[in-house]
């Protein structure tokens, strides 16, 4: 307040003077004894001071509270973004250039896989044929009983010989006789030999005093007289 006191009385000194101080002036203060008898005598000086007063503590109070440091409770704004700068129209379309007629593809020749020809194997060597069997000869009609020789008595000789066996004499007397084939069956009734070119069953006459007894698989016996033999074929 001293301060402030102060700077009234220089301006009223100055204003005394005919010209206006600045703040910061230094102006030789009156005489202690004119002072209070120089504001006493003016009442409008003390009107000039309370309003210097008046706009003097705002003023002060403005400039005490704004010098120290405040928290400001607004948050800065962040800085706008660069605007993006405008793109330039686009040129237009220019006409699409009409396509170069290229050389025609020479033609593609498909090339045949080479053919192969294949040998056929050489046919199987033909089966031999089949050995044709002999025809047999026609049955000749059994004789009648009337020209059929009576068969021989039974012989009582079991044995069997063989042809090397028979005395001398017999086999002098024997035929000559040749197996041209034979048939042989576990049925009696279909066997067969054939002696000399011509067919005989068992039981038939092959010459005179001479029987076919029995057809075996390999040999057959024969009946000659009284002695029985065998012969092999």
Same mark, same amino acid.
């Given at each position: 307040?001293?301060?402030?006191?102060?700077?009234?009385?220089?301006?009223?000194?100055?204003?005394?003077?005919?010209?206006?101080?600045?703040?910061?002036?230094?102006?030789?203060?009156?005489?202690?004894?004119?002072?209070?008898?120089?504001?006493?005598?003016?009442?409008?000086?003390?009107?000039? &001071?309370?309003?210097?007063?008046?706009?003097?503590?705002?003023?002060?109070?403005?400039?005490?509270?704004?010098?120290?440091?405040?928290?400001?409770?607004? &948050?800065?704004?962040?800085?706008?973004?660069?605007?993006?700068?405008?793109?330039?129209?686009?040129?237009?379309?220019?006409?699409?250039?009409?396509?170069?007629?290229?050389?025609?593809?020479?033609?593609?020749?498909?090339?045949?896989?080479? &053919?192969?020809?294949?040998?056929?194997?050489?046919?199987?060597?033909?089966?031999?044929?089949?050995?044709?069997?002999?025809?047999?000869?026609?049955?000749?009609?059994?004789?009648?009983?009337?020209?059929?020789?009576?068969?021989?008595?039974?012989?009582?000789?079991?044995?069997?010989?063989?042809?090397?066996?028979?005395?001398?004499?017999?086999?002098?007397?024997?035929?000559?006789?040749?197996?041209?084939?034979?048939?042989?069956?576990?049925?009696?009734?279909?066997?067969?030999?054939?002696?000399?070119?011509?067919? &005989?069953?068992?039981?038939?006459?092959?010459?005179?005093?001479?029987?076919?007894?029995?057809?075996?698989?390999?040999?057959?016996?024969?009946?000659?007289?009284?002695?029985?033999?065998?012969?092999?074929?």
């Amino acid at each position: 307040m001293s301060y402030i006191l102060e700077a009234l009385r220089r301006a009223e000194a100055e204003r005394e003077r005919g010209a206006v101080p600045g703040l910061h002036s230094h102006t030789a203060p009156p005489p202690a004894g004119e002072a209070p008898a120089s504001l006493a005598a003016r009442p409008w000086a003390w009107i000039g &001071v309370g309003a210097a007063v008046g706009l003097l503590v705002p003023l002060a109070a403005w400039w005490f509270w704004g010098s120290q440091p405040q928290a400001t409770g607004v &948050v800065a704004a962040p800085p706008a973004a660069p605007a993006s700068p405008a793109l330039p129209p686009a040129p237009p379309a220019r006409e699409a250039a009409a396509p170069v007629p290229r050389d025609p593809a020479p033609p593609v020749v498909a090339i045949a896989p080479p &053919v192969v020809e294949r040998v056929a194997p050489p046919p199987p060597p033909p089966a031999p044929a089949p050995v044709p069997a002999q025809p047999a000869a026609a049955t000749p009609a059994a004789p009648s009983p009337a020209a059929a020789e009576p068969a021989p008595p039974p012989t009582t000789e079991a044995r069997i010989y063989r042809q090397a066996e028979l005395p001398d004499e017999v086999r002098r007397n024997l035929p000559a006789l040749t197996v041209n084939g034979s048939v042989y069956s576990p049925l009696r009734a279909d066997r067969l030999l054939i002696l000399n070119g011509r067919p &005989v069953r068992e039981g038939e006459a092959v010459a005179q005093d001479l029987t076919l007894e029995e057809i075996r698989l390999k040999s057959a016996v024969l009946r000659y007289r009284d002695y029985r033999y065998t012969i092999d074929y």
